[in-house]
Nanobody, 125 residues
Framework: QVQLVESGGGLVQPGDSLRLSCAAS????????MGWFRQAPGKEREFVAG????????YYADSVKGRFTISRDNAKNTVFLQMNSLKPEDTAVYYC??????????????????WGKGTLVTVSS
């Protein structure tokens, strides 16, 4: 079992930055692909960014490429999502997921083995 806990969401204005964290526990993550997804009201959950824990390779959705950066801290067993130049359309609940031996290019919600409970990001003036 892998437990995932997201944090760092909040209310920000357009153009602001925010950093989300996903703290993992329960198992070593060296064999996992970690992903950030988001779900806006009335919409399906969508892929945002993924990282392969062992290599650090990353992949991004076109909608966030150049604005968001996914990274991981091995010592803290934590995945981060740095979000810059936020837009109102980035408003959503952001979820962290883990996929055992999964691909990151791209990741799909149905392929994830574990999920966190999510953290709400609201971008509004």
């Amino acid at each position: 079992q892998v437990q995932l806990v997201e944090s760092g969401g909040g209310l920000v204005q357009p153009g602001d930055s925010l950093r989300l964290s996903c703290a993992a526990s329960g198992r070593t993550l060296s064999s996992y692909a970690m992903g950030w997804f988001r779900q806006a009201p009335g919409k399906e959950r969508e892929f945002v960014a993924g990282i392969r824990w062992s290599s650090g390779s990353t992949y991004y959705a076109d909608s966030v490429k150049g604005r968001f950066t996914i990274s991981r801290d091995n010592a803290k067993n934590t995945v981060f999502l740095q979000m810059n130049s936020l837009k109102p359309e980035d408003t959503a609940v952001y979820y962290c997921g883990a996929d055992y031996w999964g691909t990151i290019a791209p990741m799909t919600p149905s392929g994830m083995d574990y999920w966190g409970k999510g953290t709400l990001v609201t971008v509004s003036s």
